[in-house]
């Protein structure tokens, strides 16, 4: 069974800063993986969509990779603001398009 | 930009009434799903479809079943409802074609309270 998880569970940085979210996943027979933000009491925000065959995938100031060998993506962002602050999460899918989330990295960008 | 609508953004109901929760998309996708999101659990897969009158059960369905009579229409039902049923509710959609690889698009979430 797919296990995701996401580490630290909370983070904290000056504006301005660049960072990474860390998600790890279990079973590399992976489709895509898809990273998502989410604002407190509001619904999910799809922000990129790597596909298995690819390694990265990049939106404005964000960077999604993928390293399906050792179970792992990551998501850059770059020169944070505090509007990015969220809770971000990082899903797997499997087969008949089921995600599997993480429970979530909190992240706090402080002006 | 595809919309998925959920009818309610707040809900308060008691113990043992039937509850609907609806989910309309406006983009023609195929796929709908029904999630829940509790703390320190995630978000959890109840049900989806992938057409119109088609359901399949997700990892917790118990309690719950599901309504397709229209493509852009995926309605969440409480039978009996519970208090461990109290949480936020999410749908989301996707196209089909090559499904694997197509985001899921959410809406805004709906937070059921049973009492």
């Known amino acids: 069974k797919q296990e995701v998880t996401q580490i630290p569970a909370a983070l904290s940085v000056p504006e301005g800063e660049n960072l990474v979210l860390n998600c790890s996943f279990t079973d590399s027979a992976i489709y895509n993986l898809q990273w998502f933000r989410q604002d407190p009491g509001k619904g999910l925000t799809s922000l990129l969509l790597i596909q298995s065959s690819q390694r990265e995938q990049t939106s404005g100031r964000l960077n999604a990779s993928l390293d399906k060998s050792s179970g792992r993506s990551t998501l850059y962002i770059a020169a944070s603001q505090p509007g990015d602050s969220a809770t971000y999460l990082c899903a797997s899918i499997q087969g008949a398009q089921k995600l599997v989330f993480g429970q979530g990295t909190r992240l706090t960008i402080n002006p | 930009d595809v919309k998925v609508t959920q009818s309610s953004r707040y809900l308060v109901k008691r113990t043992g009434e039937k509850v609907f929760l609806e989910c309309v998309q406006d983009?023609?996708?195929?796929?709908m799903f029904w999630y829940r999101q509790d703390p320190g659990l995630g978000l959890r897969l109840i049900y989806f479809?992938?057409?119109?009158?088609?359901?399949e059960k997700g990892d917790i369905p118990e309690g719950y079943s599901v309504s397709r009579e229209k493509k852009e229409r995926f309605s969440l039902i409480l039978e009996s409802a519970s208090t461990n049923q109290t949480s936020m509710y999410l749908c989301?959609?996707?196209?089909?074609?090559?499904?694997?690889?197509?985001?899921?698009?959410f809406g805004d979430g709906t937070r059921l309270s049973i009492l």
């Open positions: 479809s992938y057409d119109v009158k088609m359901k």
């Open positions: 983009m023609d996708h195929e796929n």
């Open positions: 989301a959609s996707s196209l089909l074609g090559n499904s694997r690889n197509q985001p899921q698009h």
